[in-house]
């Protein structure tokens, strides 16, 4: 199983700043990457795949990049709809492993 | 618009069993590989199973082989997960969500449905 770690736990940001979630996997995963974003009681919403796509309607403030091993989720210009906790996601290998999470919020 | 509506948790005895419901709308169902993620406070976002479209590949959680069976018919457009000898460990919301195809991420979610399991 690939062992997706999420740094860091938590993040604190100012409203309009940058934060940058980090997420390595245990070996290799191309670009094989997703990002979701989670707010409380909701599902989780897909913001990122292959590692620098944007999916549909995800807005341009939210970036990725990586390869292989190590990837990061930038959001730029932190909004109040941005808190939340996010996950990254391997699905090159079964079985699909998700990281433990980074929750982000306001200072 | 897509939607993906989970129905069938509760609240059930150990040892017992369940079978989850998603129905889904607004997409061509039988194109699409489905899965079922579910999420635990102890255990965060767990993949539990994925079946193809047309139901030819299948695969499951190690963990969960045995006791979790995935099925699909694509003539109501649902997707059940029959889940069989219920743990305390299994309690989650449990998620259905949507993939294009094998290799790639899940591009819709349902709102999810719990299943606690305690005596």
């Known amino acids: 199983e690939i062992v997706m770690t999420q740094s860091p736990a938590s993040l604190s940001v100012s409203p309009g700043e940058s934060a940058t979630l980090s997420c390595r996997a245990g070996e290799s995963v191309y670009k094989f990457l997703a990002w979701y974003h989670q707010r409380p009681g909701q599902a989780p919403r897909l913001l990122i795949y292959?590692?620098?796509t944007r999916a549909p309607g995800i807005p341009a403030r939210f970036s990725g990049s990586g390869s292989g091993t190590d990837f990061t989720l930038t959001i730029t210009s932190l909004q109040s709809e941005d808190l939340g906790v996010y996950f990254c996601q391997q699905y090159l290998n079964w079985p699909r492993t998700f990281g433990q999470g980074t929750k982000v919020e306001f200072k | 618009e897509v939607q993906l509506v989970e129905s069938g948790g509760g609240l059930v005895k150990p040892g017992g069993s369940l079978r989850l419901s998603c129905e889904v709308s607004g997409f061509a169902f039988k194109s699409y590989t489905m899965n079922w993620v579910r999420q635990s406070p102890v255990r965060g976002l767990e993949w539990v199973a994925s079946i193809s479209s047309s139901s030819s590949d299948v695969n499951y959680a190690d963990s969960l082989k045995g006791r979790f069976t995935v099925s699909r018919d694509n003539a109501k457009d649902s997707l059940y997960l029959q889940i069989n000898r219920l743990r305390v460990e299994d309690t989650a919301v449990y998620y259905c969500?949507?993939?294009?195809?094998?290799?790639?991420?899940?591009?819709?979610w349902g709102q999810g449905t719990q299943v606690t399991v305690s005596s």
């Open positions: 292959d590692a620098s």
């Open positions: 969500t949507r993939g294009i195809g094998w290799l790639q991420p899940y591009d819709y």
